[in-house]
């Protein structure tokens, strides 16, 4: 077990297979009556809340998402046949490769995140064998350096998740104007999440984790730990190809199964 200094985020990521990083809530202790714990959560500011009762940092005006967890998550929901879907993938080996699946609700244009996967040291077989159960018709939004090419195989890294039977899109992610900066992705997810428009199913404390820690230095992003936002991020950026699931086809009197997105 390690012990960590809570007004530096970082040190909140166990640096060590062999350590690990216990917060404790006002969950925990079971000597609060319900009355008790309400009584505390009055007691303290809003903006002091989370960090006094769950142990979440209080990054002060460094944090790049000031929201609290409330206001973005939900319990998890079915998927309607009519949501468009996509996912978004982010590369990595040292750091983790990471992929989230979004469902957009178009007519509320309310984003949900659904389902996240993040694994370091692993190969595309490996990833898109946890992804392909989501829907390999779902498409799959890309970072640029998904045109990267492998020094063995001369593949570019897209076209090798392409080949493990992933639905890549042909480009790499842009915004609608062509552009692709970080600043501005971000922005458009904060703008999201402020005005309710950004939901995160409860369970995906992967996700929550680095949505807490999410910061800045100096005035820039620390691009530390955010594999699942940024693989939201490209996934939110290239959300007008998201789609949705395609209906069974019939061929005579039998199922034929769902339509491929090869066809």
């Given at each position: 077990m390690s012990f960590t200094d809570s007004s530096n985020p970082t040190t909140l990521q166990p640096q060590h297979k062999d350590r690990i990083v216990i917060q404790a809530t006002i969950d925990d202790a079971p000597h609060f009556s319900p009355a008790d714990k309400q009584r505390l959560i009055d007691s303290y500011p809003a903006h002091e809340r989370e960090a006094r009762l769950k142990g979440i940092p209080s990054l002060g005006s460094g944090r790049i998402f000031p929201i609290t967890e409330e206001t973005i998550l939900i319990d998890p929901v079915p998927i309607p046949s009519y949501w468009a879907q996509i996912i978004g993938t982010d590369f990595g080996w040292d750091h983790p490769f990471a992929a989230a699946h979004l469902a957009w609700d178009r007519d509320a244009d309310i984003v949900y995140v659904t389902k996240t996967y993040r694994q370091r040291e692993a190969t595309p077989v490996i990833h898109a064998a946890a992804i392909r159960p989501w829907g390999g018709w779902i498409p799959c939004a890309w970072p640029h350096d998904g045109l990267q090419h492998?020094?063995?195989?001369?593949?570019?890294?897209?076209?090798?998740?392409?080949?493990?039977?992933?639905?890549?899109?042909?480009?790499?992610?842009?915004?609608?104007?062509?552009?692709?900066?970080?600043?501005?992705?971000?922005?458009?997810?904060?703008?999201?999440?402020?005005?309710?428009?950004?939901?995160?199913?409860?369970?995906?404390?992967?996700?929550?984790?680095?949505?807490?820690?999410?910061?800045?230095?100096?005035?820039?992003?620390?691009?530390?730990?955010?594999?699942?936002?940024?693989?939201?991020?490209?996934?939110?950026?290239?959300?007008?190809?998201?789609?949705?699931?395609?209906?069974?086809?019939?061929?005579?009197?039998?199922?034929?199964g769902p339509q491929s997105w090869m066809t």
């Open positions: 492998d020094k063995g195989s001369g593949e570019a890294l897209a076209d090798q998740y392409r080949a493990q039977g992933l639905n890549m899109l042909q480009e790499r992610a842009t915004f609608d104007d062509g552009g692709f900066g970080v600043e501005a992705g971000v922005a458009d997810m904060l703008d999201r999440m402020q005005t309710g428009r950004w939901k995160v199913f409860r369970h995906l404390m992967d996700w929550l984790q680095e949505f807490r820690l999410y910061h800045r230095k100096d005035g820039r992003i620390v691009k530390e730990r955010d594999d699942l936002l940024s693989a939201s991020r490209y996934g939110l950026m290239m959300k007008r190809f998201a789609e949705t699931e395609p209906k069974p086809r019939a061929v005579g009197n039998a199922y034929a």
